[in-house]
């Protein structure tokens, strides 16, 4: 896999490069839903890469159950797979995200037209304070939000500390959580360019109402949903 993992790399970094920067110079004459063409052009094409260079297929359990509706998108983060994914299998979707992934040229300008919620993540406070403004907003708007709890992409087979970002908006907003989870990082993992042949598989829980619950309590159905499924797809053969 070493050999095709290598081969990988440079497809990969072309196809960014091109569906992104063309969309970066588009981006300003076109509405904001024509705008998600290029994230999703990007994943078919990569996922054609994955398929035929290393062997790497995917599968999504529980389509029927992204609602109609706005809601707060929980999932844990492995890789690079499930940031473009999402923006296929959920429209149209708000990405919180780190703000200096919009400084990166080509990338950076085309991703801020999708306008995500950019935070600093060296100042937490203020970052959560701006995700529960600018989120209610989104959401009063129509627009679904993805918070990653993690907040930063973790290692398969690793439980990291899930931030309650996402439960609190949820909370403040009074809209459900639709808690998803997936072993993207068993096949592609995060800082390095080797890849493992196999399948992909992302599970799309039933959205959590959160009607008549606490923060605290939205948090703990969610991440133990996730970190429950999460678990069961890594040690899946």
Known sequence: MAFRSIIFAPLYVITVIITTGIGGALGCFLSQKQRFFFPRITFHVTSFWLRIICGITYRVEGLENIPD?????????????????????????????KRELLFIPFFGWSLAYMKPIAIDR????????????VGKSRLADGISVLVFPEGTRTKAGVDAEFKRT???????AKVPILPIAHNSGKFWPARTIWKQKGVIVMKIGKPIDTSGKTAEAIHNIYSEWIKREKSALESAV
């Open 69 to 97: 509706y706005p809601c707060v998108i929980a999932s844990n983060h492995q890789s690079a797979w499930e940031t473009y994914a999402l923006q296929v299998f959920i429209s149209p979707l708000c990405t919180v995200l």
């Open 122 to 133: 060296s100042n937490a406070i203020a970052a959560s304070k701006k995700v529960l403004k």
């Open 166 to 172: 996402a439960a609190a908006l949820a909370h403040n």
